[in-house]
């Protein structure tokens, strides 16, 4: 009875081992097989997406706005950008120019003190203690104040006219620099030669007047000491004794 037992319990156990064994092994051989399987998973997946879509539309946003700040540099370059063209010296020039005929002003420049000390000697009042020649000296000098200031005057014409076509070649060179320029000091500092471009045309203008007027203003002071001068050189010849003396003349040589 214990060997059948034993038996019974040896086969059983044998059996159960049989059973077993497939179960053990079965590891040992599919677990390559599931080693090389790929297995899908769509919610994963569709995360994966998500993901690398989010992260490109970060990476886009980055990429325009280094190409904003990129292109903000570059506007500020341009509007920092100084204007390659200067007429200042050219405008200074023709300043010069003028400035220089009007300091060629003959007899009474424009100085106040010799305006003030010619005028008190050659176009005050006469004075009745001044000889005939002497009248007539200070006339003819009168005479050629007023002859060289209406010269100056031309002169001064001539040279405003001369700076014209000057003036016409700077403007058009300003205009096609403001035209053309890249930023916003470069404009400002063409429209400030062009400025620079009037105020010498301004200039031009007050000296110009300057010139015309002095010419008038000496013509005026002429007729005006001509005046006076004529009135007490009249006064000497109606004076008894002193003026006019009838006497006898010899028109013909008598033959002595």
Known sequence: MKIRTFRTRAMALA???LAAAPIALSPMVA????????????????????TAARTLEQITHQITSLQNEAQMLINQARNLASLPFSA???????????????SQAQNIAFNVQQIDQMF??????VSMSSTDAQLVANARDRWKNTVGGLQDAMRVQAGVVSNIDTNRTQMSALVNQSQGATGALQATQAGNQILALQSQQLSDLVALLAANGRAGALTEAERAAAAEQGREQRRRFLTPGSGYQPGNAQMFNNGN
């Not at 010296?89 to 220089?100: A, E, G, I, P, S």
């Not at 008190?120 to 009042?125: A, E, H, P, R, V």
């Open 88 to 102: 200042l010296q050219t405008l200074q020039q023709n300043v010069q120019k003028t400035q220089q005929l009007l």
């Open 15 to 17: 059996a159960t081992m």
């Open 31 to 50: 677990t390559p097989a599931l080693a090389w399987r790929i297995v899908y998973d769509p919610t994963n997946y569709a995360q994966n997406v998500l």
């Open 120 to 125: 008190s000697q050659k176009y005050g009042s």
